[in-house]
Every structure is written in C-alpha cells, then in structure tokens.
C-alpha cells in the first residue's frame, strides 16, 4: 500500500474520457493493490472521494467515502468502490454545494446538480449494485464521475463568482451558506 501523488488540473490526463475495466481485471492482485493505495491516497489527502484519473489510471473507477456524520448514507467504514459507474437521475431537485477538489487543490466553488439519483456500478467481487442517493452524497457520486469523463466541478460552476480561495471562501461564504 502506498499514498499516490495526485494529479492536478492543467495535466491532460484529467481531461481524458476513461476506459471501461473488463471484468477480469477487476479482482486482479493488480487492481487489488491500486484499491489500497487510492483508499490510503483519500485517506491521507483527507477527501472524500478520489478518481482513478486522479492517479494517474485510466480506468473507469472511483472510491466515495462520505461517513454518515458528514451527510453521506453508506454506513460503511471503508471508501464504496465503483468500477464502471453509470448514474439515473431520479427527481427534478437540483441543489448546490461549495465543492472542492484534491486535483484543483486550494479552491471552493459552487454547483448545482440534481439531488436524487440512483448510481449503478460493479463492486470489487464483481457483483452490480445499486445505490440511491441524495443530497451532498448526491453530488459527491456525480463530482467523482465527472473524472471519468474528464470533467472537473469547475466546467459547472453557472455563476464564476462563485469560485473562490479556501479561506475567502471560510470567510465571506461559508457562515452565510451553513445555516442554508
Ligand atoms: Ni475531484
């Protein structure tokens, strides 16, 4: 297990469709050892959630681990693994967060995306699962898909007032946006 570099924006490999993983590579000793380092990657950059494009791996798969007391509803201790993730939305309520990002490291920036969604992908025994989601966990599916497609929350960012350093963003959005 080894903590990766992560990848920042301007590098092209972050504006790459991914490819798909075949279902033999994914139980692979190979594919094994990339899932530890990503979760201890996560882990020690402090995200909650990380892209294999993030690392350099051109393959469609993301870790999300948002723990419940942060808004998430997966009750897990340990990162969701998606391989081949696709996503249905559900509802037509859109919500928006302050999002950041470990490849676009130091900034905030508001966007909204739908709030109910179902994501579908193949898990690391290489069974299809389904989970529906909604709020921030809503948006964390979609902000780490968006990587797959060579997509960074900045390309949705509708009002670029909205983007902002972390520690204007602490002081002139976040009291205004906590309560809300
Ligand atoms: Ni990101």
Known sequence: MAVRKIIRMGHPVLRRRAREVAAQDIGTE??????????????????IGLAAPQVGENMRLAIVHLPEEAGGALNNATPTVCFNP?????????????????????????VE?????????????????????????????QHEF?????KLYIDRISDPTKLAFEEEYARYWQPAEAGG
């Open 30 to 47: 190979a594919m094994h050892r990339l899932l530890a380092d990503m979760i201890d990657t996560l882990r020690d950059y402090g995200g």
């Open 86 to 110: 696709t996503i249905e939305v559900l509802g037509d309520e859109t919500a928006g967060f302050w999002e950041g990002c470990l490849s676009v490291p130091g900034l905030r920036g508001f």
């Open 113 to 141: 995306r739908p709030q109910h969604i179902r994501v579908t992908f193949t898990n690391p025994r290489g069974e299809t699962e389904s989970v529906v989601a909604r709020g921030l966990l809503a948006t964390v599916f």
């Open 146 to 150: 968006d990587h797959l497609d060579g």
